[in-house]
Structure formats: structure tokens, C-alpha cells
């Protein structure tokens, strides 16, 4: 991307800002309505609608500052369309990398006597959802993400940070980012409190792995944001198919926070390098 380009992306106080503050506003509303004793129909839609918003809210800022200046909107139109840097490899790590660290994570749990039920596939996602189907929510929520966290937040970080330090300072933010959704009842991170506190912190650590990965796959395709998409989409539904013990998802942040020092180890200069 030319420097005068990525110059354009320079309102992330903007940006991050509304993107946390309306998402919290919404989804502590939602956490409310969910414990409230006797709930009407009334209610049960208005909580699915409030966290749906709150979920929306990032794409709307980013679209926002997109359709206020035409240079980034061409330049996010491009990045939809262009061919240059695109590798059917990182598609394909795209779609499979998480599946496949699951998989082997679970066959790694076994020699620590869990058992092989891991392996069915419930066809049911292990959290509720107010109005919208799990499934529904599991595609849709990091489509509507990637399209606000890059299409507009990374390069806005990346303007002034190099790769590595935009990829720690963006995790930090989206783990708070996502904090009040874990007070929203049957929620999968309402789930995840429930079961302890090492797999709430293995969530927290394994999202800095995870967006490591991501913006390793992002940059390697020339800022591609279907390939991000892909990737979340693909973590997403792979980490609900299996009736995975959450030990396994402990082994598994394990083996991809191996893959991803040997990324930073290979793409020093791409992580560490300054300026763009």
C-alpha cells in the first residue's frame, strides 16, 4: 500500500472509540434482558436485537469513514477485486489451519486420558442465542468484523505501528472488545466464565495467536480482507463442530502459538520492520 494511502487511515480514536463505546452500551443492555427472570416475546427479540447492533456497530463507522472520502473507498474497492498477492496457499491455510490444530489437538488430549467422543459432530453449537440461530450468528459475526477491523482498524493502527506491535495493541482491544458479551446468558462467552478461569485466560491468549495469524495471512495477500473472512469463519465453526473438551482448545492455542513464532521468526522483517 502506498504511504500516502495508508495516510488516509488516520482516525482510529474515531473509529476505536465509537467501536468499543456503542458495542458496550448495547450489549450490557442485552446482559440485562438475559437474567431477567420472566421474559416475554417482547423482550427475547429486543435482546437479539441489541447485541446484533452492538455487532454491527464497527462496520457502520468503518462504512462511514469509507463513504466520506473517495480515495479510501477505491482503495477498499481494490482490495476486493485485486489479483496481486493472491496465493491459493494462504487460502487454503485460510480455510483449514484452525480445523487441522483442532483436530490434532484432540488426538494430543487423548494421550492425557480424554476420550474419543471429542470427535462426534453434534451439528449443534455448545451456546444459545437469542432470536438468530448459533449458526447463523457463528458466519455472521466474523463476516461483519472483518469487514470493519480490516477494512479500516488494522491499516489505521498500522500507520503508526509496526505489524507486531498493531497486532498486540489490536488483541488487548478486542479482548475487551468482547468483555460484556460474557455477561449475556447462554452466550459462548458466558459459557466460557462458567468453566473456569483457565479457560477464560486461554481464550484472552489464544485471541493475540490468533490475530498474529490473521494479519500475517491479511499482509501476504496484499491486505485481502476475504481471506481474513475466511479464516474467522473457519475458526469460528470449526471450534463448534466437534464436541471438543476445553482442555483440547488449550492445546490447541499451544500448537498454533508455535506456528505463529515460527511466522514472526521467518517474517521478521514484514512484523518488525519500520514504517510500512
Not at 9 to 18: A, E, I, K, Q, S
Not at 97 to 119: E, K, R, W
Not at 124 to 152: D, Q
Not at 245 to 268: C, F, G, N, W
Request: hydrophobic share 55%.
Amino acid at each position: 500500500m502506498e504511504n500516502r494511502i495508508l495516510e488516509k487511515y488516520n482516525r482510529p480514536v474515531f473509529f476505536y472509540g465509537l467501536s468499543l463505546l456503542i458495542p458496550w452500551a448495547l450489549w450490557f443492555a442485552a446482559a440485562y434482558v438475559s437474567h431477567l427472570p420472566e421474559k416475554n416475546n417482547l423482550l427475547i427479540f429486543s435482546q437479539g436485537a441489541l447485541a446484533i447492533i452492538g455487532l454491527l456497530a464497527p462496520v457502520l463507522i468503518a462504512a462511514y469513514l469509507f463513504f466520506s472520502d473517495q480515495e479510501l473507498f477505491h482503495d477498499l474497492k481494490m482490495r476486493f477485486v485485486r489479483q496481486k498477492g493472491f496465493s491459493p496457499l494462504y487460502t487454503i491455510l485460510a480455510f483449514s489451519l484452525i480445523f487441522f490444530s483442532l483436530v490434532a489437538a484432540q488426538f494430543i488430549s487423548l494421550l492425557f486420558g480424554h476420550d474419543t467422543g471429542q470427535f462426534y459432530i453434534s451439528g449443534s453449537p455448545g451456546f444459545t442465542s437469542a432470536v438468530f440461530s448459533p449458526w447463523f450468528i457463528l458466519i455472521f459475526a466474523p463476516v461483519v468484523e472483518e469487514l470493519a477491523w480490516h477494512s479500516y482498524g488494522t491499516d489505521t493502527l498500522r500507520r503508526r505501528f509496526n505489524l507486531f506491535k498493531t497486532s498486540m495493541i489490536f488483541a488487548l482491544y478486542w479482548v475487551f472488545w468482547h468483555f460484556p458479551l460474557s455477561f449475556i446468558d447462554g452466550y459462548y462467552h458466558s459459557n466460557l466464565v462458567a468453566e473456569g478461569l483457565l479457560y477464560s485466560l486461554n481464550f484472552v491468549f489464544s485471541l493475540f495467536v490468533f490475530v498474529i495469524i490473521m494479519n500475517w495471512l491479511y499482509y501476504k495477500t496484499n491486505r485481502n480482507i476475504l481471506v481474513t473472512i475466511i479464516f474467522h469463519c473457519s475458526a469460528n465453526i470449526s471450534n463448534e463442530m466437534f464436541a471438543t473438551h476445553p482442555d483440547s482448545k488449550v492445546i490447541q492455542t499451544v500448537l498454533l502459538l508455535i506456528v505463529a513464532i515460527i511466522i514472526l521468526i521467518k517474517e521478521k522483517e514484514l512484523f518488525f520492520r519500520k514504517g510500512f
